[in-house]
T-cell receptor, first 113, second 110 residues
Framework: GQQLNQSPQSMFIQEGEDVSMNCTSS?????WLWYKQDPGEGPVLLIA?????ELTSNGRLTAQFGITRKDSLLNISASIPSDVGIYFC?????????????FGKGTKLSVKP | EPEVTQTPSHQVTQMGQEVILRCVPI?????FYWYRQILGQKVEFLVS????????KSEIFDDQFSVERPDGSNFTLKIRSTKLEDSAMYFC????????FGPGTRLTVL
C-alpha cells in the first residue's frame, strides 16, 4: 500500500531556530496535510495543500507541496517552546478512496528555551 | 469554532468485553472516519463512512469492528470482543474538504 516516509524522526533545537521536516512517497498524492499532535490529544490540522507546487503559510509555519506530488516540506521559523510536539504529514488521493488519510510516522520536535 | 468531540476520553475494559466509542462530528460534515494510534506509533486508518454506509475499510477493521450513525449527530465505533492488542488511542474525524480530528478515546484492554 501507499506509504509516507517522514524525516527526521526527531529534532532537538534551540528556541529561535528555524526547523524543516519533510515527507516523501513513492506514489502520488493529490492532497498533503500537516498535523501537530500534543501528548494525549488528537492531531490538529496546521496546513492543507491541494495543488502541486503550492506554498502555503500559517503564521510561522510554511508548507510546500512538491511539483512531483510525491513530497511535502514543512518549515517552522523562529521556534518557540510551545512548538514542542509531534508533527505528522498525511496525504490522500481523492481518486482512489473516500479520502482516508495515510500518515507518516511523525517528527518529534523538542525546543530548548 | 466547531469541533469534533469524543466520549469517553478514557475507557478501560476487560479482554473479551464489548466497547462502544462515541463521536459527534462537525455538524455540516458528511464524511466520517475512525483512526487508531497505538502508543508511540503513527495514526492508522480504520474505516470511512458516507451516506449511512461504510465506504472504505482497512485490514485492521475486521469482523470485530462495526460503525453506526444511530441518529443525526452521533457516530460510533463498536468493538465486539476486545483483545489486548486493541489498546490504542481511537480518533474520530469528519470532513467537508479537510479532515478534522477529535481529541481521541484512550482504550485500555486488560
Amino acid at each position: 500500500g501507499q506509504q509516507l516516509n517522514q524525516s527526521p524522526q526527531s529534532m532537538f533545537i534551540q528556541e529561535g531556530e528555524d526547523v524543516s521536516m519533510n515527507c516523501t512517497s513513492s506514489s502520488i498524492f493529490n492532497t498533503w496535510l500537516w498535523y501537530k499532535q500534543d501528548p494525549g490529544e488528537g492531531p490538529v490540522l496546521l496546513i492543507a495543500l491541494y495543488k502541486a507546487g503550492e506554498l502555503t503559510s500559517n503564521g510561522r509555519l510554511t508548507a510546500q507541496f512538491g511539483i512531483t506530488r510525491k513530497d511535502s516540506l514543512l518549515n517552522i521559523s523562529a521556534s518557540i517552546p510551545s512548538d514542542v510536539g509531534i508533527y505528522f504529514c498525511a496525504g490522500h488521493n481523492h481518486g482512489g478512496s473516500q479520502g482516508n488519510l495515510i500518515f507518516g510516522k511523525g517528527t518529534k520536535l523538542s525546543v530548548k528555551p | 469554532e466547531p469541533e469534533v468531540t469524543q466520549t469517553p476520553s478514557h475507557q478501560v475494559t476487560q479482554m473479551g468485553q464489548e466497547v462502544i466509542l462515541r463521536c459527534v462530528p462537525i455538524s455540516n460534515h458528511l464524511y466520517f472516519y475512525w483512526y487508531r494510534q497505538i502508543l508511540g506509533q503513527k495514526v492508522e486508518f480504520l474505516v470511512s463512512f458516507y451516506n449511512n454506509e461504510i465506504s472504505e475499510k482497512s485490514e485492521i477493521f475486521d469482523d470485530q469492528f462495526s460503525v453506526e450513525r444511530p441518529d443525526g449527530s452521533n457516530f460510533t465505533l463498536k468493538i465486539r470482543s476486545t483483545k489486548l492488542e486493541d489498546s490504542a488511542m481511537y480518533f474520530c474525524a469528519s470532513r467537508e474538504d479537510t479532515q478534522y480530528f477529535g481529541p481521541g478515546t484512550r482504550l485500555t484492554v486488560l
